[in-house]
């Protein structure tokens, strides 16, 4: 069984400070990882994908995360925010490219002036 | 990547009704699609696996008499919530499998007065 587990369910931040999104899994197989990004009443949007290989891996609107195994970890973050960023972050774990996914609970992200 | 279309996006029912809300990949042929269902202020939680030309596959506590899924083309996936309770007023939302990654509709809000 997979699962996910993401620490802290609202994160604020200063706009130009660091994100950081905290996600930890769990999996009997190498985990594929994902990161998404749910605008308010919008289906989710990829940010970036951990398969195999790197494990910094970089994404979308210049957030990126890297796969820890060791620490069973895979953070997002991003070195200065944007208001824009602004949304609810969900982490992702399945054993296998084009299996269903499971998610976390979701991290809301508030960017404060 | 695959773009996945999701009619209607917001639709109100009265109980005891039954709501058909359909799932199309715009362009591509997809012979796997998910169907997952999200709280207010939570999580996605996957309920079926639909596979084109056979039967959904069902997680487990999801009632597949109440939640009737066709898949009876490689671009149109339907979910039919049957005799509709309010406590199934959720967002739902459709994912398409390509190429190892899910790209997301937009999801179909449901209110059950």
């Known amino acids: 069984a997979q699962s996910v587990t993401q620490l802290g369910s609202h994160v604020s931040v200063s706009e130009g400070a660091l994100v950081l999104l905290r996600c930890n899994y769990s999996s009997s197989v190498p985990p594929y990882l994902f990161w998404y990004v749910q605008y308010p009443n919008q289906g989710l949007q990829l940010l970036l994908k951990y398969t195999t290989g790197a494990t910094l891996v970089k994404g979308i609107n210049g957030f990126e995360a890297e796969f820890k195994k060791s620490e069973t970890s895979f953070h997002l973050t991003k070195p200065s925010a944007h208001m824009s960023d602004a949304a609810e972050y969900f982490c992702?774990?399945?054993?296998?490219?084009?299996?269903?996914?499971?998610f976390g609970k979701g991290t809301s992200l508030l960017v404060t002036p | 990547g695959a773009v996945v279309s999701q009619h209607p996006s917001r639709v109100i029912c009265k109980s005891g009704t039954s709501v058909k809300i359909e799932c199309r990949s715009l362009d591509f042929q997809a012979t796997t699609m998910f169907w997952y269902r999200q709280f207010p202020k939570q999580s996605l939680m996957l309920m079926a696996t639909?596979?084109?030309?056979?039967?959904?596959?069902?997680e487990q506590g999801v009632e597949k008499d109440k939640f009737l899924i066709n898949h009876a083309s490689l671009t149109l996936s339907t979910l039919t919530v049957t005799s509709a309770h309010p406590e199934d007023s959720s967002f739902y939302i459709c994912s398409v499998e390509e190429r190892g990654q899910q790209y997301f509709g937009p999801g179909t809000r449901l209110t059950v007065t």
């Open positions: 639909s596979n084109e030309g056979s039967k959904a596959t069902y």
């Open positions: 992702a774990v399945s054993e296998n490219s084009g299996y269903a996914l499971n």
